[in-house]
């Protein structure tokens, strides 16, 4: 008789399994993922950074997960707009003038389990970096776009496999 309990309670515990990687993630039994190229919503928000962003999120995904990449109809998919890229003084002086601008981008994201769809979700994620109000805009925007996009791309590497 207790050779029967050990062995279903070892069926059962054996049975719930949940896979999770080294860096945290919940993947759900997933294999791949894909991401749809960004688009951009917003008339200053480069067609580049859309793109630039959408290929972030493919490495993160990549680096930071057991998963591979498909084409089109992974397990997990992600797609998405920038709904916002705007500049805007943050620091005035004395005088009036601005010392720091703040760039601030805005995206909202589609992410489907196909697995656990009630894990899906449509959000929209907002983050920020501040420059030098004598800087050329143009001049600093590369390093922006990497600042807030590090910030971006793992708050929804959280939200969709990290289980956050």
């Known amino acids: 008789m207790r050779t029967w309990i050990f062995l279903f309670s070892m069926f059962v515990i054996s049975a719930c399994q949940v896979t999770y990687s ?4 919940q993947f759900s039994g997933a294999g791949t993922f894909s ?3 960004f688009k951009s919503q917003t008339a200053l928000a480069s067609p580049i950074y859309a793109q630039r962003l959408s290929e972030a ?6 680096q930071q997960s057991p998963l591979k990449l498909a084409e089109r109809n992974g397990d997990l998919r992600y797609e998405g707009f ?3 890229y705007r500049i805007a003084p943050v620091a005035i002086q004395g005088n009036e003038t601005a010392s720091l601008n703040r760039l601030t981008i805005t ?10 769809p009630s894990l899906s979700f449509d959000r929209t994620f907002s983050k920020f970096a501040d420059f030098d109000a004598a800087s050329d805009l143009l ?13 971006l791309l793992q708050e929804i590497y959280n939200a969709s ?3 956050w």
Do not use: A
């Open 22 to 25: 080294s860096s945290g993630g």
């Open 35 to 37: 991401v749809e190229t």
């Open 57 to 62: 999120l493919k490495d993160l995904l990549l």
């Open 82 to 84: 920038v709904t916002d």
């Open 107 to 116: 995206i909202k994201v589609k992410y489907t389990n196909t697995l656990e």
């Open 139 to 151: 001049s600093v925007e590369e390093g922006l776009w990497i600042t807030i996009n590090d910030q």
């Open 161 to 163: 496999v990290g289980n």
